[in-house]
């Protein structure tokens, strides 16, 4: 594994014993919704699990560039809609509509680098192929684009992994 930074690009030994990255770096364009990403007023916003991607629901999501807190939480309500069918945003399906939860999380203006796998010039065929991850990423890490992220409201506060400004991470907070 070769480390660059704070993430770590995977490599893979070819038959004649030579090292080739596994994974790339990808920079988000004209082919993001190709890669799972919609457009809502210009923007282009994805639902991201947690760590351990057990999930049936986004816990959180990601707008690339930085942008407004109200705007994301409409970009947010629009991906659920569009995705998932959700008329709101603010219940899994099947929760207690009585139940309390959590008002709708601040955005967090931060930065993420973007892993795409396999790298095309050395396909690996595992289940992984043509995916990608994100990490998040100070803003002069090479390769970091800006990203505003939103925890979804029913998620638990540490589901997504979200940057905490509050908490010495690399982030602000959206106004």
Do not use: K
């Not at 995977?10 to 004209?30: C, I, K, N, R």
């Not at 589901?159 to 959206?174: C, F, K, Q, R, V």
Request: proline content about 10%; aromatic content about 8%; charged content about 20%.
């Amino acid at each position: 594994m070769t480390t660059t930074g704070l993430y770590d690009l995977v490599t893979s030994e070819g038959d004649d014993g030579t090292m080739h990255p596994a994974e790339q770096l990808w920079t988000p364009g004209e082919d993001a919704v190709e890669n799972g990403f919609i457009v809502h007023r210009g923007m282009h916003v994805t639902g991201i699990d947690d760590p351990t991607d057990d999930h049936l629901y986004p816990v959180g999501f990601v707008v690339l560039g930085h942008q407004r807190w109200a705007d994301i939480i409409e970009a947010a309500a629009a991906y659920m809609a569009r995705v998932h069918g959700w008329r709101n945003l603010h219940l899994y399906p099947g929760d207690d509509p009585a139940e309390r939860i959590p008002r709708i999380p601040r955005a967090v203006l931060t930065h993420g680098v973007f892993l795409r796998h396999p790298h095309p010039d050395h396909g690996c065929g595992c289940e992984w192929d043509e995916t990608w991850r994100m990490v998040w990423a100070p803003a002069d890490e090479p390769g970091a684009v800006p990203i505003t992220a939103l925890r979804h409201p029913a998620a638990a506060v540490t589901a997504a992994s979200i940057p905490d400004p509050d908490h010495g991470a690399p982030a602000t907070w959206s106004a």
